[in-house]
């Protein structure tokens, strides 16, 4: 029987077959790949260790942007404008001058907050409930909060609410969302640019401890292409290794990340209740956790196909 009626790929030989065939070669190099790494669990675990670490830095970096971005779109609004009326102001002017500064097309809302509604949500920050109760006067004036139409139009719209009557100052918090957004863009492009070089990192760990497997198993390698192995059978036990490699690594990297995740989640989670806020960490997503493991193994195949290929071209396979 020739070698091409044993593969099942000839004249004579049904598909199925074939097809099975081919299952099981590697369904075997899968398994025999997977048993080569148990047999060696310090090397095996060590290597795992090192690209759980060499993934887990861009990961981290990820879920700071995406929950630095979720700040910035659940957290109150920063873009807004701060009106301090002037002490003579009453409630009847407040409210008329409230109402006129809703019909301005820059603006989408104005939100009035009374002397009384301003000390008490103060002395709740502050925990002073009982010595603001104490106090004969409000020292607060009436304070409007303006949300504009768009961030863009802040400056502007400051400068001509500072002009109205009975307007003492205006505070815009556009420095905040600035500092903000200035923040997660570069988070953004550090994590980008962390991400392509540890992904280079991961192959060549990869690539560097499959080239070590083919120089022990050098005399057996040859052996095999005396005797007619093709270039592929040889192959594939060490490309399923560096897929069993990277997957390892990514799910090690994933298990790292949730780790550190619970162990900030409790501080954070006081710090937001500094701020009146029930913000927590986002872990990553279903699909981005798939794509780490899944990445992660591809990155494995890559580095073992790189360091195979180039060994087995020198015994010109």
Known sequence: MTARSRTGSGPGV?????????????AFSLLSSLGTL??????????VMVL????????????????????GQDWERLDTLSIFLEDGVDERQAMRL??????????????PISPSEGLAELAGQMG???????????????????????????????????REEGVESVIVDLQWLERLAAMVE???KLTLLLAVLFAAAVAFVVGNTIRMDIHNRREE??????????????????????????????????????????ILAGPVEALGGTYDSEFGLRPLSGQLSLALVLGSGALGVIGSWLAVDRHLRRIHL
């Open 98 to 111: 409230s109402s006129r500064l809703s019909t301005w097309d820059e603006i989408t809302a104005v939100d």
């Open 52 to 71: 759980a670490v060499a993934l887990c830095l861009p990961a981290g970096l990820w879920v700071t942007l995406d929950n630095a971005t979720h700040v």
């Open 14 to 26: 049904r598909w199925p077959g074939g097809l099975r065939a081919w299952g099981r070669r590697h």
């Open 128 to 162: 002073m409930d009982d010595a603001v109760a104490a106090m004969e006067d409000n020292p607060l004036p009436w304070v409007l909060e303006v949300t504009p139409l768009t961030a863009t139009m802040l400056p502007e719209l400051a400068e001509r609410l500072g």
């Open 221 to 262: 390698i040859e052996v095999m292409a005396l005797v007619g192995a093709t270039g592929g059978f040889i192959r594939r036990p060490f490309l399923y290794s560096g897929l069993w490699y990277g997957l390892a690594g990514g799910l090690l990297a994933w298990v790292l990340v949730r780790l550190g995740l619970a």
């Open 38 to 47: 148990v047999r060696q669990p310090i090397a095996s675990a060590m290597t």
């Open 186 to 188: 570069v988070i953004r």
